[in-house]
C-alpha cells in the first residue's frame, strides 16, 4: 500500500504544483489502485510515474470543484485507449453523474469498460472483505466530503519455524495453511492452518479529508488514523483568509491531526501563493505541533508499511 501524489496544489496549476489528486496503491492487497480526487491533468501527472490507469478500479471525489474534478473526462476516456476493461466506480456528491455523462456524451466518448457512478451520502459507501469507506459531510463553500478507508484486519504470519520442526515442507501447503485451510499430510496427519498463524495483524486506517475549514467531522474521520491527508491552503498567519474562503492553515491541520492521535500529516492542497521555497517554512509551521508532518510534493511517493510508528 502506497500513496502516489499525483497533484497537491489548490485552484488553479502552478509550475511546481498541479491541481489535486491522490492515488492509492492497493497492487499487494488487491492488484488496483484507487484514486481521489481528479483535478485537470491528473493523466499527464500519471505519464511521469508508475502508475497504471487500467489498474484504477475506484474513484473517490471530495466535491465537485473544477480543481478536483476537470481531469475526469479525459482519464476516464484515455483508459479505454490504454486497454481498460475492467468495471470502474465513480463516488462522489450528487451532481458527479449529470458531469461525467454530460461531458461523455457531448464528446462523443464510448467507453469500452462499465463504468459505475455512485452519489454518496454520509456513512458507509463501500465494504467488502478487506476494506470499509465512509464519508462524513466536511464544512466547505460547496459540499465537500471527507474519506475514511479502514483496512480489515489481516490474518497473522504464518508460523514457519513451527511447521518447520514438525516436518512440513515448504510448498503448496504453505499457501493452504496461510489461507486457514485443513491439510493432510502425506503421513496422515490432518493440520488446521488456524492453528499455525500468528496474531492478527491490525488494519490501518488512512483519511483523505476533501477543502474544509476546521469541523468536527475531520476529527471523527481522522480519529486514530496512520497517515491523515489534510488540505493546508495557507500558510499559518492566514487564518482569516483561510476561513473566508472555507479552507484551512497549515497549524490547523496539525492541531486536527493532534486532537484525533494521528500517527502521520500529510499536508497538501498548497496555494499557488506558495513556491517550493516556501514549502519548508510551511512545514514547519505544522511541525511545532505535529512532529510527524510530510509536506506534500507532485510525484511524491509514500510507502505506507503494515505497522505504522507514532
Known amino acids: 500500500m502506497d500513496f502516489v501524489l499525483l497533484g497537491t496544489g489548490a485552484g488553479v496549476p502552478a509550475k ?4 489535486t489528486a491522490i492515488a492509492l496503491q492497493l497492487l499487494e492487497e488487491r492488484g488496483t489502485v484507487w484514486l481521489f480526487d481528479c483535478g485537470e491533468a491528473t493523466q499527464h501527472q500519471i505519464l511521469k ?4 490507469p487500467r489498474k484504477i478500479e475506484k474513484i473517490f471525489i471530495t466535491h465537485l ?29 450528487k451532481g458527479i453523474d449529470a458531469y461525467i455523462t454530460t461531458s461523455l456524451q457531448v464528446s462523443g466518448t464510448h467507453l469500452k469498460y462499465p463504468l459505475e457512478i455512485i452519489e454518496i451520502e454520509e456513512g458507509i459507501v463501500f465494504e467488502d472483505e478487506q476494506f470499509t469507506v465512509t464519508a462524513l459531510s466536511l464544512d466547505h463553500g460547496i459540499y465537500s466530503v471527507g474519506y475514511r478507508i479502514v483496512e480489515k484486519d489481516r490474518p497473522g504470519s504464518l508460523l514457519v519455524d513451527q511447521l518447520l520442526q514438525e ?61 491523515l491527508v489534510h488540505e493546508a491552503t495557507f500558510s499559518a498567519e492566514e487564518t482569516e483568509m483561510a476561513s473566508a474562503y472555507f479552507h484551512s492553515t497549515t497549524v490547523q491541520a496539525a492541531e486536527t491531526a493532534m486532537k484525533a492521535g494521528a500517527k502521520q500529516l500529510i499536508l497538501t492542497h498548497i496555494s499557488s501563493r506558495y513556491t517550493l521555497e516556501d514549502s519548508e517554512r510551511l512545514k514547519e509551521e505544522s511541525e511545532a505541533i505535529f512532529a510527524n508532518t510530510i509536506m506534500a510534493e507532485d510525484l511524491m511517493a509514500i510507502k505506507i508499511p503494515l505497522y505504522v510508528e507514532e
Do not use: W
Open 16 to 19: 511546481a504544483r498541479n491541481v
Open 49 to 52: 510515474t508508475a502508475v497504471k
Open 65 to 93: 470543484h473544477g480543481d478536483h474534478i476537470f481531469g475526469l473526462p479525459g482519464l476516464l476516456s484515455s483508459r479505454s485507449f490504454q486497454g481498460g476493461v475492467e468495471k470502474l466506480t465513480v463516488y462522489g456528491p
Open 167 to 227: 516436518g512440513v515442507k515448504p510448498g503448496p501447503l504453505f499457501k493452504a495453511l496461510k489461507n486457514g485451510e485443513m491439510v493432510r499430510l502425506d503421513d496422515g496427519r490432518v493440520l488446521n492452518g488456524k492453528d499455525y498463524l500468528g496474531d492478527p495483524q491490525k488494519g490501518r486506517i488512512i483519511t483523505v479529508l476533501g477543502d474544509t475549514r476546521v469541523c468536527s467531522n475531520a476529527l471523527i474521520l481522522a480519529e486514530s488514523a496512520d497517515f
